[in-house]
Nanobody
Framework: QVQLVESGGGLVQAGGSLRLSCTAS????????MGWYRQAQGKERELVAL???????NIEDSVKGRLTISIDNAKNTVHLQMNGLKYEDTAVYFC?????????WGQGTQVTVSS
């Protein structure tokens, strides 16, 4: 069984920072990439940032320059440092793990940015 444990969400004022973390544990192997998606109320889930185990990143344009993604391959952990948060960043953020055979999703952590 695979578990994705997310942490770091919360309430922050506009311009503030948060750091999301996600650790994959259990019977998981062959990880290709880890990252984050988000879903705002009434909207579809969208990619925020992905990072491969070799360090290649794919970051959504609206968050470039404000969000930094990093991976710790030894710990199967991905971090998302979010700076300069905006009201429109408010959403549920879902951890995502892509392996050779399966994709895994976390349960989501709420990020709320007050204006």
């Amino acid at each position: 069984q695979v578990q994705l444990v997310e942490s770091g969400g919360g309430l922050v004022q506009a311009g503030g920072s948060l750091r999301l973390s996600c650790t994959a544990s259990g019977s998981i192997w062959g990880i290709n990439a880890m990252g984050w998606y988000r879903q705002a109320q009434g909207k579809e889930r969208e990619l925020v940032a992905l990072i491969s185990t070799s360090g290649t990143t794919n970051i959504e344009d609206s968050v470039k320059g404000r969000l930094t993604i990093s991976i710790d391959n030894a710990k199967n952990t991905v971090h998302l440092q979010m700076n300069g948060l905006k009201y429109e960043d408010t959403a549920v953020y879902f951890c995502f793990v892509n392996t050779l055979f399966h994709n895994y999703w976390g349960q989501g952590t709420q990020v709320t940015v007050s204006s």
